[in-house]
């Protein structure tokens, strides 16, 4: 494919390309050496579960697969037990080795749902630096300045908030930037909040007498609430291993401006056609599309028919699941103890936020005890059947 095509669907949803020029010229020596560029995505194991924010990056990587590079998936069990900074307004929660390893067991096969898996290569970062001595990495904090650190602009906002920072959190940028070099990338993609650790990895790599790579960032996108990064801890994600019922009522909740950013970054679909449609058929089709690439056709087409059921012709799911409730349940436990939410925070707020129905009736109060059977519907699209 000639390059100005291979640019065309880089380009397709990118923030930034750091530089454009070298990425050009890197292509051009790609096709005059018949030699695929190394692409580089690293993903730490922090949680057990991707969700749709996480395939901004790897649709791209795909991307780069179909015109041929060759794709690197970086898990980096190494750097997940010490926490990335990027965009935190404190320390991350330190893992442990198990449960790191326990997370990262179940990425490859939910990775498999977007990449070729034949044609990638999946590489863990514990597999040099737990050979490194402590000489080798204190070494390796030769290659940035505390002054480099502290111009981060994360970094600076909890300084003025006088909050911590610890000096293993200045360690990360210097371990992802030690990825690069010991992987040659070419290119390393990332989101917008990581362009601090990939322009290291720029430097690192010249440190070590290599090209340095071209930095391509992707935007964050927005969970289901419009407003933060989709994320676990924010109760705001779409998770690629839910529910095809559950996928597709989540993205009908989303707004109609963020409908054609998760149009962008989420489909292959011309967009052109996509805003000529109505708002309501377009999130439909959206909805459809991304319950496929997860889920198959079949479940693609009967979760909009259960869909259309329920919130148009006002019927329930036909999966709803049951609770049987307990005396003295009160509503927060209900919610908690059938799974419906995930932490006691998210079912308080539900219930302050007036998302929580008892047969058609707003649950006012956290104390609330269902009197007996009936259905329980939380926000637009859960729903639960208590029964005695």
């Not at 050979?131 to 300045?145: E, F, G, Q, W, Y």
């Not at 070419?186 to 340095?212: H, M, S, Y």
């Not at 679909?269 to 997860?294: N, S, T």
């Amino acid at each position: 494919m000639d390059i100005e095509r291979q640019l065309e669907i880089i380009k397709r949803g990118a923030v930034e390309i750091i530089s454009e020029k070298e990425l050009k010229l890197k292509l051009e020596q790609s096709i005059k050496n018949k030699k695929p560029l190394t692409i580089k995505a690293g993903f730490d194991p922090t949680a057990p579960d991707i969700h749709l924010g996480h395939t901004v990056l790897l649709r791209k990587l795909r991307q780069f697969q179909e015109l041929g590079h060759r794709v690197i998936f970086l898990i980096g069990d190494f750097t997940a037990c010490i926490g990335d900074p990027s965009g935190r307004s404190e320390l991350r929660k330190q893992l442990s080795k198990e449960e790191v390893i326990k997370n990262a067991a179940t990425y490859k096969k939910q990775v498999s749902k977007v990449l070729d898996l034949d044609k990638v290569t999946v590489v863990f970062n514990s597999e040099w630096f737990e050979k490194m001595s402590v000489l080798d990495m204190l070494r390796l904090t030769t290659h940035a300045t505390v002054a480099q650190m502290l111009a981060r602009e994360d970094f600076k906002k909890r300084l003025s908030s006088n909050e911590n920072i610890s000096l293993l959190e200045f360690m990360y940028p210097l371990l992802q930037g030690y990825d690069s070099v010991k992987l040659e990338a070419d290119l390393e993609l990332g989101g917008t909040d990581q362009i601090f650790n990939l322009l290291v990895g720029r430097d690192i790599q010249k440190d070590f007498a290599q090209a340095p790579q071209v930095v391509l960032t992707m935007p964050l996108l927005e969970g289901t609430d419009g407003i933060q990064k989709m994320s676990k801890s924010y109760g705001n994600y779409i998770g690629i291993n839910e529910s095809p019922s559950q996928v597709f009522g989540k993205i009908m909740s989303i707004s109609d401006e963020l409908m054609i950013k998760y149009y962008t970054l989420l489909t292959d679909e011309d967009l052109g056609p996509v805003k000529a449609l109505h708002p309501k058929e377009a999130k439909l089709r959206l909805a459809q599309d991304i319950v496929r690439q997860y889920h198959g056709d079949k479940a693609s087409n009967d979760a909009r028919l259960e869909f259309e059921s329920v919130f148009s012709q006002k019927e329930l799911p036909h999966d709803i699941a049951q609770y049987k409730l307990k005396k003295k349940d009160t509503i927060i436990a209900v919610l908690l103890k059938s799974g419906l939410v995930k932490s006691g925070n998210e079912a308080r707020r539900l219930v302050k936020d007036g998302a929580v129905f008892f047969e058609g009736s707003k649950v006012a109060s956290e104390d609330f005890t269902p009197p007996g059977k009936g259905v329980l519907k939380v926000g637009a699209r859960r729903f639960l059947k208590i029964i005695i």
